[in-house]
Nanobody, 123 residues
Framework: QEQLVESGGGSVQAGGSLRLSCRAS????????MGWFRQAPGKEREGVAGIDPDGSTSYAESVKGRFTISRDNAKNTLYLQMNNLRPEDTAMYYC?????????????????WGQGTQVTVSS
Protein backbone atom coordinates (compact mmCIF):
# COMPACT_ATOMS: atom_id res chain seq x y z
CA GLN A 1 0.00 0.00 0.00
CA GLU A 2 1.42 3.33 -1.07
CA GLN A 3 1.90 5.95 1.63
CA LEU A 4 1.68 9.61 0.69
CA VAL A 5 2.81 12.06 3.34
CA GLU A 6 1.91 15.73 3.10
CA SER A 7 3.70 18.54 4.90
CA GLY A 8 4.00 22.30 4.80
CA GLY A 9 0.59 23.33 6.05
CA GLY A 10 0.15 25.99 8.68
CA SER A 11 -1.48 29.27 9.59
CA VAL A 12 -0.86 32.43 7.60
CA GLN A 13 -2.45 35.81 7.11
CA ALA A 14 -4.27 36.71 3.94
CA GLY A 15 -1.81 37.54 1.18
CA GLY A 16 0.79 35.16 2.54
CA SER A 17 2.32 32.06 0.97
CA LEU A 18 2.82 28.43 1.80
CA ARG A 19 4.39 25.51 -0.04
CA LEU A 20 2.92 22.09 0.46
CA SER A 21 4.91 18.94 -0.17
CA CYS A 22 3.80 15.37 -0.69
CA ARG A 23 6.29 12.53 -0.68
CA ALA A 24 5.55 9.01 -1.83
CA SER A 25 7.26 6.36 0.24
CA UNK A 26 7.03 3.27 -1.96
CA UNK A 27 6.02 4.13 -5.50
CA UNK A 28 8.18 6.03 -7.95
CA UNK A 29 5.86 8.86 -8.95
CA UNK A 30 7.46 9.54 -12.32
CA UNK A 31 4.81 7.61 -14.24
CA UNK A 32 1.82 8.71 -12.18
CA UNK A 33 -0.65 11.55 -12.35
CA MET A 34 -0.68 13.50 -9.10
CA GLY A 35 -3.18 15.91 -7.65
CA TRP A 36 -3.95 18.25 -4.79
CA PHE A 37 -7.43 18.37 -3.30
CA ARG A 38 -8.92 20.27 -0.38
CA GLN A 39 -11.88 20.02 1.91
CA ALA A 40 -13.20 22.85 4.04
CA PRO A 41 -15.48 22.18 7.03
CA GLY A 42 -19.01 21.46 5.88
CA LYS A 43 -18.01 21.33 2.23
CA GLU A 44 -17.27 18.61 -0.27
CA ARG A 45 -13.73 17.82 -1.27
CA GLU A 46 -12.68 19.68 -4.40
CA GLY A 47 -9.84 19.40 -6.87
CA VAL A 48 -7.27 22.17 -6.64
CA ALA A 49 -4.54 21.20 -9.10
CA GLY A 50 -3.34 18.17 -10.99
CA ILE A 51 -0.25 17.24 -12.95
CA ASP A 52 0.45 14.43 -15.39
CA PRO A 53 3.75 12.61 -15.94
CA ASP A 54 4.44 14.82 -18.97
CA GLY A 55 4.01 17.96 -16.86
CA SER A 56 0.57 18.94 -18.15
CA THR A 57 -1.40 20.70 -15.45
CA SER A 58 -4.94 21.67 -14.51
CA TYR A 59 -6.13 24.18 -11.92
CA ALA A 60 -9.40 25.04 -10.29
CA GLU A 61 -10.60 28.46 -11.43
CA SER A 62 -10.46 29.77 -7.87
CA VAL A 63 -6.68 29.21 -7.63
CA LYS A 64 -5.49 29.99 -11.14
CA GLY A 65 -2.69 32.54 -11.10
CA ARG A 66 -2.07 32.01 -7.37
CA PHE A 67 -1.20 28.32 -6.99
CA THR A 68 1.41 26.31 -8.86
CA ILE A 69 1.66 22.54 -8.87
CA SER A 70 5.00 20.92 -9.64
CA ARG A 71 6.79 17.65 -9.22
CA ASP A 72 10.37 16.62 -8.56
CA ASN A 73 10.62 13.06 -9.73
CA ALA A 74 14.18 12.72 -8.47
CA LYS A 75 12.92 13.46 -4.96
CA ASN A 76 9.68 11.53 -5.49
CA THR A 77 7.84 14.60 -4.29
CA LEU A 78 4.86 16.67 -5.36
CA TYR A 79 4.56 20.36 -4.48
CA LEU A 80 1.89 23.01 -4.32
CA GLN A 81 3.13 26.59 -4.13
CA MET A 82 0.32 28.77 -2.82
CA ASN A 83 0.66 32.53 -3.08
CA ASN A 84 -1.69 35.39 -2.25
CA LEU A 85 -3.67 33.14 0.05
CA ARG A 86 -7.23 34.05 0.94
CA PRO A 87 -9.40 33.07 3.92
CA GLU A 88 -11.50 30.95 1.57
CA ASP A 89 -8.42 28.80 0.91
CA THR A 90 -8.67 27.50 4.46
CA ALA A 91 -9.08 23.72 4.29
CA MET A 92 -7.45 20.38 4.78
CA TYR A 93 -5.26 19.74 1.76
CA TYR A 94 -4.70 16.24 0.44
CA CYS A 95 -2.40 14.86 -2.21
CA UNK A 96 -3.39 11.92 -4.35
CA UNK A 97 -1.96 9.77 -7.11
CA UNK A 98 -3.18 7.50 -9.86
CA UNK A 99 -1.59 5.61 -12.71
CA UNK A 100 -4.11 6.78 -15.28
CA UNK A 101 -6.25 9.89 -15.27
CA UNK A 102 -8.64 11.58 -17.68
CA UNK A 103 -9.83 14.40 -15.44
CA UNK A 104 -7.01 15.66 -13.25
CA UNK A 105 -9.35 17.42 -10.81
CA UNK A 106 -11.80 14.56 -10.37
CA UNK A 107 -11.20 12.83 -7.03
CA UNK A 108 -12.81 9.64 -8.35
CA UNK A 109 -9.85 9.21 -10.70
CA UNK A 110 -7.39 8.80 -7.82
CA UNK A 111 -6.81 5.69 -5.75
CA UNK A 112 -4.03 6.62 -3.34
CA TRP A 113 -4.44 9.41 -0.83
CA GLY A 114 -2.44 11.09 1.89
CA GLN A 115 -3.72 11.97 5.35
CA GLY A 116 -3.83 15.69 4.69
CA THR A 117 -2.23 18.87 5.98
CA GLN A 118 -4.20 21.79 7.40
CA VAL A 119 -4.01 25.24 5.85
CA THR A 120 -5.58 28.13 7.74
CA VAL A 121 -5.69 31.66 6.32
CA SER A 122 -6.79 34.51 8.55
CA SER A 123 -8.06 37.86 7.35
Amino acid sequence: QEQLVESGGGSVQAGGSLRLSCRASRTIIRDYSMGWFRQAPGKEREGVAGIDPDGSTSYAESVKGRFTISRDNAKNTLYLQMNNLRPEDTAMYYCAMTFWCLQRLDENEYNHWGQGTQVTVSS
